[in-house]
């Protein structure tokens, strides 16, 4: 195999361009849904909350978008760092730590605060950075709103994120699929 031959080109511009936007989508979706089973596996093999809402958008824009900045490892994991910082923060500042969920006691002006705060804060900083990866906008809020909030959840959440942008980004460099590279004009 040269480095010119079709088999050194990515799957992903292999199947656009043989199959279209079905073959395209088939391929997100399939990798999709290894990357999502792989983890709900773990999970509940640890009896952890390893699926939620911020995990299912991240895997589709590393899979379906993999060469823009926002899909980049870096971007993902600092992108969710942030988010969980933040959420906690927020969480925290507003007292509702320890509270019923949002979805649970209704929206309350302590968790209106706490999510609107955390998701601006998590912009900002993913902002200034320059490491935007929107998915983390979920993160935050899944935090704020208390729906997964307490010290063990929060670290579930962590370490399924971190195994699931690691398995998503190495499934596609297995294919061929490398992530864009680091500029200084990086969005």
């Given at each position: 195999?040269t480095?010119n031959?079709?088999e ?14 079905l073959g395209t ?7 999709s ?11 509940l ?11 299912g ?33 927020c ?5 509702m730590?320890?509270q ?10 302590g ?6 705060c955390?998701?601006a ?11 935007p ?14 729906v ?8 579930s ?17 297995l ?11 990086a969005?």
């Amino acid at each position: 195999m040269t480095a010119n031959s079709p088999e050194s080109r990515p799957v992903l511009d292999r199947v656009a361009e043989r199959a279209g936007p079905l073959g395209t989508g088939a391929y997100v979706g399939v990798l999709s849904l290894v990357a999502i089973a792989a983890a709900g596996a773990i999970g509940l093999a640890l009896r952890s909350p390893w699926l939620f809402p911020s995990l299912g958008p991240t895997v589709m824009l590393i899979f379906a978008s993999p060469r823009d900045s926002s899909s980049r490892p870096i971007n993902a994991i600092v992108g969710h760092a942030v988010a969980i910082g933040a959420g906690v923060l927020c969480l925290l500042a507003f007292g509702m730590y320890g509270q019923p969920s949002a979805p649970d006691q209704g929206l309350t002006v302590g968790y209106l605060l706490a999510a609107a705060c955390s998701v601006a804060i998590t912009a900002f900083a993913l902002g200034a950075l320059r490491l935007p990866h929107l998915p983390a906008g979920a993160t935050t809020l899944i935090i704020s709103l208390g729906v997964i909030a307490d010290p063990v959840g929060i670290l579930s959440m962590a370490a399924a994120l971190a195994f699931t942008i690691a398995a998503a980004w190495g499934m596609n460099v297995l294919l061929r699929t490398h992530p864009a590279p680091r500029t200084e004009n990086a969005k």
